[in-house]
């Protein structure tokens, strides 16, 4: 068995079981067709995901370097099990035993995810375009509404992140964008560690690709 | 004042008869409907009372005051007329009394934290139910048969009768006491969803027991008939539920002639559905909350919006006034002469109440949290053990035991007041500072911004898509399906003009009528527009508005004076988020727009780009 050999991310170790990396792995075969690697075109083959407004992110997310862990950036062009195990161990659960400062670096890993998504050029900001980007595709499964309301909410969105992060402007200021601290500051509220999880409990669910 | 004046009696002479009554008495004939409006002021006015000293409903818990009062009342009765004062009527409480309550929770519900849990909520609720129903019977029956007691008559199917009635968690007990004391939503969900679907085991548990006490052989077959009717119970009234629920958002459709009869269209499905359930002896409760459950989404979006603020009010109304009721009658039937007392079997019952409680969370939680991706921590399971209060629900059933088949039915009666004031009063007021010793979390009442809305919305794509590619059908896959099927067939059947709405937009439009309102009224409408979007649809950054307006918008913004139209979930019900004046609000929407393009023109600076922050 080719993965076998393959060594497991060392965060990964904490806390699956090796069931769970054998679905996963069932699942990798099935994306890859028996490949070793994946690359952007197997991801057509999920038919739900086809629904999703952001699905081009979701999909860019697989490749982002930054994500994989690796030094360099940009996006890779393919990606093997370990990769895919990699961007897997972002969604796992918090366990019990877990001390303030793992939690604390577990909360950031995921917020970073979710930062890289949003940062589509890679420079460590969030402008307002690439926010604009944002709203836009996900709203872009509504019809009815015109690109107008997308920018507007958007801006009414930069301007409250502003004003959270930055507080009083001087006249010459100006707000780059969202920085990554910046962006911890906004879902300082929100407990993500207990949302942003991924049951691959379940050997048997397997939704199949075309 | 037209009433029938006294006949003029058959008097010996004319000169005798009794001339006309200038001034009557009449009180029978109005005796009724007097009573039950003096008691609802009553109760009102108690209720004013104790607000006036405002310390006192964060210390003690409105039920504790209002059984008080009762109590009070009951004792002036009692020796006034020496005479028991009138008991609360088992019907009443069913059949007027309890449906608004539970309407009410149901209607509010905040469904998608509900589903997340139903796991959970209907293991506690079925399994937990059991446990304690089962395990106080048969403990009762062990403490029954020590003869020094004086109780050896009480029978095992009475103990586990008496078991089956008193381990119910009582909604409204859990809704008033928790109301105050603003503990995470989850784990109010657990509590509360808990109390409501338990209802449909102790139905059949109450109806199997009772009927085995009369049958005189118990076969094996009637076991089974018993779990069968279980399920019946609980799927019949749900579907039931949700059959009216349909109905009614369907009738809701076609009524925007006539506005004012659209909230009476929602109290009248759903109470039918709880007294259809009833007839059949399925459960009212489940029903009731299945109805309003599946309603709140489509009447929301047809009726007006003048319509829903009198649903909501009027909804919050009669809980308010039923649930003070409640509290009332059960202090007045308390005192008289219906108790028996016996040291033994008051204590035990109490004492077996709280072990077997504890015990059965604490047992359940170790096997449901395998289930569960987020395990429930030793302090949800001390809150949850500890948050569970008996109420009116165990105290109308122990009043329809029949006598006959119950000859000890007073000790009965002793012994589950004795536990419902204990919980109501002891867990009722020590459960807040406990709450806080014990550093639970706490609901977050911040308003969510549009940023927020955005990022969650985000993060549940993220999520979806998370799911579908490692092919796992968790929750996310269930709802975005139930979604689908939801905007495909359900949403065209039963809403008038439908238009898919993001929460995203609705959200924004809403902060943007607030934002403009508070403009106007600070006198800000004519001057230059928010520059932000102008400048930079250019330069792609964001440059800083004058001082004054950035003041003024993050004023606004911090100060999260966003109402959002039923989204956020109310569960205190003394107050409700105003509602914006949406006409006014369109008018300043307007007269912006113009300024705008007035001012547009006027600084000539820009290509005739339209100004991005406006909108339709």
Redesign the interface.
């Known amino acids: 068995v080719p993965w076998a050999s393959a060594p497991v991310p060392s965060l990964f170790s904490l806390a699956v079981t090796s069931e769970q990396i054998e679905h ?1 792995h069932r ?1 990798f075969k ?2 890859s067709q028996d490949q070793l690697t994946i690359r952007k075109e197997n ?1 057509d083959s ?1 038919p ?2 086809e ?5 081009g ?2 999909v860019h997310a ?1 490749f982002d370097k930054r994500n994989l862990r690796q030094e360099s950036d940009g996006l890779a062009d393919e990606i093997n099990f370990e990769d895919f195990l990699t961007i ?1 161990s972002y ?1 796992r ?2 366990e ?1 035993n877990m001390d303030e400062e793992q939690l604390d670096r577990f909360r950031k890993e995921k917020l970073k995810f ?1 930062f890289h ?1 949003y940062d589509s050029d890679h420079d460590g900001k969030i ?3 690439e926010y604009r980007n ?2 836009e595709e ?2 872009s499964g ?1 019809p ?3 690109k ?2 997308a ?3 958007a ?9 959270i992060c930055v507080g009083q ?8 964008g969202i920085t990554f601290e910046d962006f911890l500051k ?2 300082q ?2 407990d993500i560690e ?7 409990l ?1 050997v048997d ?3 199949h690709c075309y | 004042a037209m009433g029938t004046g006294t006949p003029p009696s058959p008097s010996g002479t004319a000169f005798e008869e009794t001339r006309l009554h200038v001034f009557t008495l009449d009180y029978p004939h109005v005796q009724i409907p007097f009573e039950i409006t003096l008691w609802i002021l009553l109760a009102s006015l108690a209720k004013i009372g104790f607000h006036l000293y405002h310390k006192l409903p964060s210390i003690v818990p409105e039920s504790c005051l209002l059984i008080l009062v009762g109590l009070l009342l009951g004792g002036i009765i009692f020796g006034a007329e020496e005479k028991s004062p009138p008991v609360m009527n088992s019907d009443v409480f069913f059949l007027y009394l309890l449906p608004p309550i539970v309407l009410d929770a149901g209607y509010f519900m905040p469904t998608r934290l509900f589903f997340e849990n139903f796991g959970t909520i209907f293991w506690y609720a079925v399994v937990g139910t059991l446990w304690n129903a089962i395990g106080i019977g048969i403990s009762l029956y062990g403490i029954c048969q020590i003869s020094a007691f004086g109780l050896t008559d009480i029978t095992l199917l009475q103990n586990l009768l008496f078991g089956s009635l008193i381990s119910a968690v009582d909604p409204v007990a859990v809704l008033a006491v928790f109301e105050n004391i603003h503990v995470n939503e989850q784990l109010y969900i657990l509590v509360f969803g808990e109390s409501l679907l338990n209802d449909a085991i102790t139905v059949v548990l109450y109806n199997l027991f009772k009927s085995f006490c009369q049958m005189r052989t118990i076969k094996v077959i009637d076991i089974f008939a018993g779990i069968a009717n279980f399920f019946i119970v609980g799927i019949g009234g749900v579907l039931i539920g949700i059959l009216l629920g349909f109905v009614a958002a369907f009738t809701t459709r076609f009524t925007h002639k006539i506005r004012v009869i659209e909230p009476l269209f929602v109290f009248l499905y759903s109470y039918l559905s709880y007294i259809t359930a009833e007839m059949f002896h399925l459960s009212g409760i489940m029903a009731i909350t299945a109805c309003a459950m599946t309603m709140n989404k489509y009447v929301e979006e047809n009726v007006s919006q003048k319509s829903y603020t009198t649903i909501k009010y009027f909804m919050k109304m009669l809980s308010s006034v039923s649930e003070t009721l409640i509290f009332i009658f059960m202090g007045v039937s308390t005192v008289g002469k219906n108790h028996e007392w016996n040291w033994a079997f008051v204590s035990f019952t109490l004492l077996f109440c709280l072990i077997w409680r504890a015990l059965g969370v604490f047992v359940l939680t170790q096997i449901i949290n395998v289930f569960r991706t987020i395990p429930l921590t030793f302090k949800d399971q001390f809150i949850i053990a500890y948050g569970g209060l008996r109420g009116a629900i165990c105290f109308s059933l122990v009043f329809l035991l029949p006598p006959a088949v119950f000859p000890r039915k007073k000790l009965f009666i002793t012994a589950v007041i004795v536990v419902i004031f204990f919980t109501v009063f002891i867990q009722g007021i020590t459960i807040r500072p406990l709450v806080e010793f014990l550093d639970v979390k706490r609901s977050n009442k911040k308003q969510p911004a549009v940023s927020e809305e955005i990022y969650n919305r985000f993060f549940d794509h993220v999520k979806t898509g998370i799911e579908d590619v490692c092919g796992h059908w968790g929750h996310n896959f269930w709802r975005d399906k139930f979604k689908k099927f939801d905007n495909k067939y359900l949403r065209r059947l039963l809403i008038r003009e439908n238009q898919p709405k993001s929460s995203i937009v609705s959200l924004y439009k809403k902060l943007e009528i607030k934002h403009a309102i508070e403009m106007a009224e600070s006198g800000m409408i004519s001057k230059v527009p928010s520059s932000v979007s102008l400048s930079d649809y250019h330069e792609g950054k964001i440059k800083p508005l004058s001082p004054t307006e950035m003041e003024n918008m993050r004023e606004i913004l911090t100060k999260n004076l966003y109402q959002i139209r039923h989204r956020t979930m109310s569960y205190n019900r003394h107050s409700l988020a105003a509602d914006a004046n949406e006409k006014q609000a369109k008018e300043i929407l307007i007269r912006r727009r113009h300024s705008l393009r007035e001012s547009l023109r006027k600084t000539n600076s820009l290509s005739r780009e339209r100004p991005v922050l406006a909108f339709c």
């Open positions: 996963l699942r099935q994306l991801f999920i739900d995901l629904f999703n407004p952001i699905r992110k979701i697989f897997m969604f659960p918090i019990m979710l998504m402008t307002l375009q944002v709203v996900l709203l509504n009815h509404l015109e107008e309301s920018r507007s909410i801006d009414g969105a930069m301007m409250e992140a502003a004003s402007m001087g006249p010459d200021q100006v707000y780059e906004m879902w509220g929100i207990t949302k942003m999880h991924v049951r691959f379940n669910t397997i939704a």
